[in-house]
């Protein structure tokens, strides 16, 4: 069966550091890849979208960029973080039904 | 614009009473229509998904919802509810047709009362 893998849960950085999520899915290929962010009271909202390795699609201009250097594997960073960057980042992957997601990581920039 | 709406941001219903969540989209092309239920502090986990036939969709943990393709709209409904069903509900929808960019409404928190 597809699992996917997100961490960490829990991430408590200051203004101006580095950032990488990373998220891993297992029992499938070729899937389709995304991150969303999650604000209070704002819904999700898509950052990123990837139907291949190495293609990648932005929804959101930001502090925020993704790559995929493996089939299964997505990443999202960010070179300095910025206090707006705090939320809750969710990645998600989809092959033939709606997109599964992974629990989360829980970001807060300080 | 495309977009989807989630009427009602919170809705408070006594355990065991029916409840409607309302969602509506804007688009003028075929769409895939899902529903996700979110526990505290936790992702997103599939209630149900609309991709053609049938309109009357039934989904997990007694869901389901309907595609009124006239009204642009696919409701989620349950005849009686628990408290457990108390999280927060999002309604997503795929305008492309396929599943490489999935838009979410804003959300509904479902409040169940003892």
């Known amino acids: 069966s597809q699992t996917i893998h997100q961490w960490p849960a829990t991430l408590v950085q200051p203004v101006g550091s580095p950032l990488s999520l990373e998220c891993t899915v297992e029992?499938?290929?070729?899937?389709?890849l995304y991150w969303y962010r999650q604000a209070a009271g704002r819904g999700l909202q898509l950052l990123f979208y990837?139907?291949?390795?190495?293609?990648i699609s932005s929804e959101v201009p930001q502090n925020l960029s993704a790559s995929r250097p493996q089939d299964r594997q997505f990443i999202l960073s960010s070179k300095k973080l910025l206090l707006s960057d705090s939320g809750f980042y969710l990645c998600?992957?989809?092959?033939?039904?709606?997109?599964?997601f992974g629990s989360g990581t829980r970001l807060t920039v300080v | 614009a495309q977009s989807v709406t989630q009427l009602d941001s919170q809705v408070p219903v006594f355990e065991e009473a029916p409840v409607e969540l309302r969602c509506n989209y804007s688009?003028?092309?075929?769409?895939?229509l899902f529903w996700y239920v979110q526990y505290p502090n936790q992702g997103l986990q599939l209630l149900l998904k609309?991709?053609?036939?049938?309109?009357l969709v039934k989904g997990i943990n007694g869901f389901e919802a309907e595609f009124n393709k006239s009204q642009t709209s696919f409701h989620l409904r349950k005849p009686s509810v628990h408290i457990s069903d108390t999280a927060e509900y999002f309604c997503?929808?795929?305008?492309?047709?396929?599943?490489?960019?999935?838009?979410f409404g804003t959300g509904t928190k479902l409040q169940v009362i003892p």
């Open positions: 609309y991709l053609s036939g049938s309109t």
């Open positions: 688009s003028s092309v075929s769409v895939y």
């Open positions: 990837s139907v291949g390795i190495g293609q």
């Open positions: 997503a929808v795929s305008f492309s047709g396929g599943y490489q960019k999935v838009t």
């Open positions: 029992g499938t290929s070729n899937p389709n």
């Open positions: 998600a992957w989809s092959v033939s039904r709606g997109p599964s």
